[in-house]
């Protein structure tokens, strides 16, 4: 139950100023701006973009400095703003086929058209704590290669012209895109809904659940088919124009699982696949959300449905990290008229313990 | 027979608007006026004054399945009419509104007869020199992280 009750004004007002205060720290410390922000601490940058929903590089930023690095409050703060803004429609599917690749790997073949490029990567790093980044450091500028002049295609079209892998699944014309910003979320839900849910999900809840399907909570244990990173081109419908028109290129990540699968009655065996999706360079979460996408399809592929990672209720009423800081935080708001009432009660079934634990002491006493 | 040749011609012209689109909503704002401020700009109002809004990215499922939506990005957009009638349109990723009335204008400018031939040649041709040696950079950048793979060949078989 909630009750209004004035007061606080003034201790909330200074509150916040205090909060601004802190936010700056130490005066002596140059302050940092949104362009530092958005060059240096690039991957947090693209993690409030994918999981906040909205790809503006300046306003995770922002966001970001706003909230003193809490990366969570910097996704509510951008999930905020984004109802701010009207729509003006959705863009055309982007060809991740297309991608210019600043990043592609596969863990299934060695040799693949367009070559296994590591690009701007932590792996094959030491771990080790770089003193000379604490004193100001001039990295030296990249090396250049020739660039193939062959495409680049996915790994899963590779496998999939001898049959070997499923082929995506095809949308029945005109159907509908499901958007769980519009229409609240009713399950089963189809694969379009779940996958817009995992790609706003938060990273540390798939890499858990991902985790945990590997480990054999619901059997998952899939290759990396391919992980690319990069530029797509963006393109728009534009009513008033009368075509598509372009809106510049975002930068993706997309990774493709690749798993067993032993086939049924009907179907040949053949390998599966899970998708992954996000914006920026997000290769963790993305390769967490295709986890989880193929563990989500268990009851699609005739899986025994034992594990959380394979229930698409708990998944997906979970995943949202905006909606669970919410409800957990909430409990640090005044409930001193609902804790009254629970005080109340339990005196009263107190009372009622107390004196029915006396009567028979009183009879025996009597005896 | 005419009436293909007109269709053909407006896809052209299509095709032409939507190339000139693309290098310039991968250029900056400064840098795109810079260039425009060499030509003298011809009589035009704001149709549709510069606004801020969004649009829902769409991917598809494995990349090339169904849609879903991934999304939202930040856009601009504006529509500018030159006072010869051609009406342009500027759209672009981002919050910048200044942008899309600068890709409105240049939008217009190219579907005048008179005017195609300086905005292809003093801003859409540097901005397009500019955008591939950026790309081109990247690649090469890429290029180097290229694994080239041998095999260490054991013992005398």
Same mark, same amino acid.
């Given at each position: 139950?909630?009750?209004?009750?004035?007061?606080?004004?003034?201790?909330?007002?200074?509150?916040?100023?205090?909060?601004?205060?802190?936010?700056?720290?130490?005066?002596?410390?140059?302050?940092?701006?949104?362009?530092?922000?958005?060059?240096?601490?690039?991957?947090?940058?693209?993690?409030?973009?994918?999981?906040?929903?909205?790809?503006?590089?300046?306003?995770?930023?922002?966001?970001?400095?706003?909230?003193?690095?809490?990366?969570?409050?910097?996704?509510?703060?951008?999930?905020?703003?984004?109802?701010?803004?009207?729509?003006?429609?959705?863009?055309?599917?982007?060809?991740?086929?297309?991608?210019?690749?600043?990043?592609?790997?596969?863990?299934?073949?060695?040799?693949?058209?367009?070559?296994?490029?590591?690009?701007?990567?932590?792996?094959?790093?030491?771990?080790?704590?770089?003193?000379?980044?604490?004193?100001?450091?001039?990295?030296?500028?990249?090396?250049?290669?020739?660039?193939?002049?062959?495409?680049?295609?996915?790994?899963?079209?590779?496998?999939?012209?001898?049959?070997?892998?499923?082929?995506?699944?095809?949308?029945?014309?005109?159907?509908?895109?499901?958007?769980?910003?519009?229409?609240?979320?009713?399950?089963?839900?189809?694969?379009?809904?779940?996958?817009?849910?995992?790609?706003?999900?938060?990273?540390?809840?798939?890499?858990?659940?991902?985790?945990?399907?590997?480990?054999?909570?619901?059997?998952?244990?899939?290759?990396?088919?391919?992980?690319?990173?990069?530029?797509?081109?963006?393109?728009?419908?534009?009513?008033?124009?009368?075509?598509?028109?372009?809106?510049?290129?975002?930068?993706?990540?997309?990774?493709?699982?690749?798993?067993?699968?032993?086939?049924?009655?009907?179907?040949?065996?053949?390998?599966?696949?899970?998708?992954?999706?996000?914006?920026?360079?997000?290769?963790?979460?993305?390769?967490?959300?295709?986890?989880?996408?193929?563990?989500?399809?268990?009851?699609?592929?005739?899986?025994?449905?034992?594990?959380?990672?394979?229930?698409?209720?708990?998944?997906?009423?979970?995943?949202?990290?905006?909606?669970?800081?919410?409800?957990?935080?909430?409990?640090?708001?005044?409930?001193?008229?609902?804790?009254?009432?629970?005080?109340?009660?339990?005196?009263?079934?107190?009372?009622?313990?107390?004196?029915?634990?006396?009567?028979?002491?009183?009879?025996?006493?009597?005896? | 027979?005419?009436?293909?040749?007109?269709?053909?011609?407006?896809?052209?012209?299509?095709?032409?608007?939507?190339?000139?689109?693309?290098?310039?909503?991968?250029? /900056?704002?400064? *840098?795109?006026?810079?260039?425009?401020?060499? #030509? %003298?700009?011809?009589?035009?109002?704001?149709?549709? $004054? +510069?606004?801020?809004?969004?649009?829902?990215?769409?991917?598809?499922?494995?990349?090339?399945?169904?849609?879903?939506?991934?999304?939202?990005?930040?856009?601009?957009?504006?529509?500018?009419?030159?006072?010869?009638?051609?009406?342009?349109?500027?759209?672009?990723?981002?919050?910048?509104?200044?942008?899309?009335?600068?890709? /409105?204008?240049? *939008?217009?400018?190219?579907?005048?007869?008179? #005017? %195609?031939?300086?905005?292809?040649?003093?801003?859409? $041709? +540097?901005?397009?020199?500019?955008?591939?040696?950026?790309?081109?950079?990247?690649?090469?950048?890429?290029?180097?992280?290229?694994?080239?793979?041998?095999?260490?060949?054991?013992?005398?078989?």
């Amino acid at each position: 139950m909630y009750v209004a009750v004035k007061g606080g004004e003034r201790a909330i007002e200074n509150a916040h100023r205090l909060l601004a205060h802190e936010r700056r720290g130490d005066r002596d410390v140059p302050e940092v701006s949104l362009a530092q922000i958005s060059e240096q601490l690039s991957l947090g940058v693209d993690r409030v973009m994918t999981e906040g929903s909205l790809y503006d590089r300046e306003l995770a930023a922002l966001a970001i400095k706003q909230a003193r690095g809490d990366l969570i409050e910097a996704i509510f703060l951008v999930r905020a703003f984004r109802a701010t803004l009207p729509r003006f429609g959705a863009t055309e599917p982007v060809d991740t086929g297309a991608m210019q690749v600043r990043r592609r790997v596969s863990s299934t073949f060695k040799d693949i058209p367009g070559g296994q490029i590591l690009g701007p990567t932590f792996d094959y790093t030491h771990r080790l704590l770089d003193p000379l980044l604490a004193e100001g450091f001039a990295p030296e500028t990249p090396a250049t290669g020739e660039a193939s002049t062959g495409a680049t295609p996915r790994v899963t079209d590779i496998l999939g012209r001898d049959g070997l892998i499923e082929p995506s699944p095809v949308a029945e014309a005109d159907a509908p895109v499901g958007d769980l910003t519009r229409e609240p979320l009713n399950f089963p839900a189809d694969r379009d809904l779940r996958l817009q849910n995992l790609a706003r999900a938060d990273e540390g809840f798939l890499l858990a659940l991902g985790y945990s399907s590997q480990r054999g909570y619901g059997r998952n244990h899939p290759f990396a088919g391919e992980i690319r990173f990069g530029e797509v081109e963006v393109e728009f419908m534009a009513e008033d124009v009368g075509f598509a028109v372009p809106l510049g290129s975002i930068a993706l990540t997309e990774c493709q699982m690749v798993n067993q699968f032993k086939g049924s009655a009907t179907e040949a065996p053949c390998f599966t696949r899970g998708y992954g999706l996000a914006f920026g360079q997000s290769e963790r979460k993305t390769m967490s959300m295709a986890l989880v996408d193929r563990s989500l399809r268990a009851r699609e592929l005739g899986e025994e449905v034992i594990a959380p990672g394979q229930d698409e209720e708990f998944v997906m009423s979970h995943s949202d990290n905006v909606q669970a800081t919410g409800f957990v935080e909430h409990l640090k708001l005044p409930h001193y008229v609902d804790f009254q009432s629970e005080l109340g009660l339990l005196r009263k079934l107190r009372k009622e313990f107390a004196e029915a634990n006396e009567a028979p002491q009183m009879q025996e006493a009597a005896e | 027979m005419a009436g293909n040749e007109s269709l053909a011609n407006e896809n052209g012209g299509q095709a032409r608007r939507k190339a000139v689109m693309a290098v310039l909503a991968h250029s /900056a704002t400064a *840098d795109i006026a810079g260039h425009l401020a060499t #030509l %003298a700009l011809p009589v035009h109002e704001d149709l549709r $004054a +510069p606004e801020n809004g969004l649009v829902m990215v769409r991917g598809r499922v494995g990349g090339d399945g169904a849609p879903f939506n991934l999304g939202e990005a930040t856009v601009s957009r504006a529509a500018v009419r030159l006072s010869t009638g051609e009406v342009g349109f500027g759209y672009t990723l981002g919050r910048d509104r200044e942008k899309a009335r600068l890709i /409105a204008l240049c *939008d217009a400018m190219v579907q005048s007869v008179e #005017l %195609a031939g300086a905005i292809e040649a003093q801003v859409v $041709a +540097p901005l397009r020199a500019a955008m591939i040696e950026r790309r081109n950079r990247k690649v090469a950048e890429a290029a180097a992280t290229r694994v080239d793979f041998y095999t260490l060949v054991r013992g005398e078989g």
